[in-house]
């Protein structure tokens, strides 16, 4: 009698996740487009801010990188680097990723005229 009621409650489990992950998937999934990169998360930008950091080291354009944080909106590129920076130090960044983002802090700040 009671392996019956385990096997009633596992099939109705994967009843239920099947039919779940199939309203889910395929009759109303989630439709994101048109998002801005602004609407990023605080851990994403900061990423990318290293990024662009990481590609400045290998380039040293400091006009290329503007151009790369300006997607995130109409704060300035020195701006919206030290945002990150400042994440990265709030949140246990490494040493060395630390040292890039303060690095292009500090291109960006020239090259704008900031200071």
Known sequence: ???N???FIILALLAGIGIGLAYGWVFDPVDFFDLTPDTLRADYK???VLMTAEAYRAEQD???AARRLAIFGTQSPSAIA???LDYA???GFSDADIALMQ???TALQA???IR
């Open 1 to 3: 009698m009671t392996s």
């Open 5 to 7: 009621r385990w096997l």
């Open 46 to 48: 900061a990423d990318y």
């Open 62 to 64: 400091p006009g290329l």
């Open 82 to 84: 030290a945002e990150g």
């Open 89 to 91: 130090r709030a949140n």
């Open 103 to 105: 690095e292009l802090v």
């Open 111 to 113: 090259w704008s005229g």
